[in-house]
């Protein structure tokens, strides 16, 4: 199973600043997606990385707002641009295993972001 | 619309006993439904994947049925324990974009 890592594990900005986050794992995968998890809410599909390409985003998603990076098959980022507080939310990026044939997807720990 | 809904109240049940919770969809077509478990400040954590044509799969006190005539999916924990209360979500996978959708997830609370 992938082991995966996210950077910041929290952070508080403030409105207008931008922050990256990082996710790294632990062996090579084809898919990464990022989700969004807002407050008392369940996941919600932002985009899925694509490595070599531009990300694909979901409707109601823009890549200005959340520009995305996927250098190679181990990293992503996320950025959220110009915050304001309805970004406030916990960011989760997961990989797809497909090593026992299973289509489970492995989460990383989540960014917990605060914007005031 | 698509949908996918799950018991938005808690479910809570005396250790020992056996808890089952629903999903259902509407509008969705998927090759697969997956169950996850959620801790509070965590991430998700996989627990079982069912497949169309599966009717039922079993891990340890884990029990999935899928039944894609009702659009539903019943998820089953036997003989409960206190350490299994958390956040369960079921998650589909539409049109094999292999991206998951995830329902609001039910709480599940085992009183010792």
């Known amino acids: 199973s992938a082991v995966i890592s996210q950077k910041p594990s929290r952070d508080i900005c403030q409105r207008g600043t931008s922050l990256t986050i990082q996710c790294q794992v632990d062996?090579?995968?084809?898919?990464m997606f990022w989700y969004r998890q807002q407050p008392g809410q369940s996941l919600t599909l932002i985009a899925t990385?694509?490595?070599?390409?531009?990300?694909?985003?979901e409707s109601g998603f823009v890549i200005d707002k959340f520009p995305i990076s996927r250098p190679n098959l181990t990293f992503s980022t996320l950025t959220v641009s110009n915050m304001s507080p309805e970004d406030s939310s916990i960011y989760l990026c997961?990989?797809?295993?497909?090593?026992?044939?299973?289509?489970?997807?492995?989460f990383g720990p989540g960014t917990r972001l605060t914007v005031l | 619309s698509q949908k996918i809904e799950q018991n938005s109240e808690a479910l809570n049940i005396q250790e020992g006993k056996t808890a089952t919770l629903t999903c259902n969809y509407t509008?969705?077509?998927?090759?697969?439904l997956q169950w996850y478990r959620q801790d509070p400040g965590r991430g998700p954590v996989f627990l079982l994947l069912?497949?169309?044509?599966?009717k039922e799969k079993r891990k340890e006190r884990l029990k999935v049925t899928f039944d894609t005539t009702l659009k539903q999916s019943l998820f089953h924990i036997t003989a409960s324990q206190p350490a299994d209360s958390a956040t369960y979500l079921c998650?589909?996978?539409?049109?094999?974009?292999?991206?998951?959708?995830f329902g609001s997830g039910t709480r599940l609370q085992v009183q010792p």
């Open positions: 997961s990989v797809e295993d497909l090593a026992g044939g299973l289509n489970e997807q492995f």
């Open positions: 062996s090579q995968v084809t898919m």
């Open positions: 990385a694509n490595q070599g390409s531009e990300a694909t985003y």
């Open positions: 509008n969705y077509s998927p090759a697969y």
């Open positions: 069912i497949r169309e044509n599966e």
């Open positions: 998650a589909l996978d539409d049109t094999g974009r292999r991206a998951l959708t």
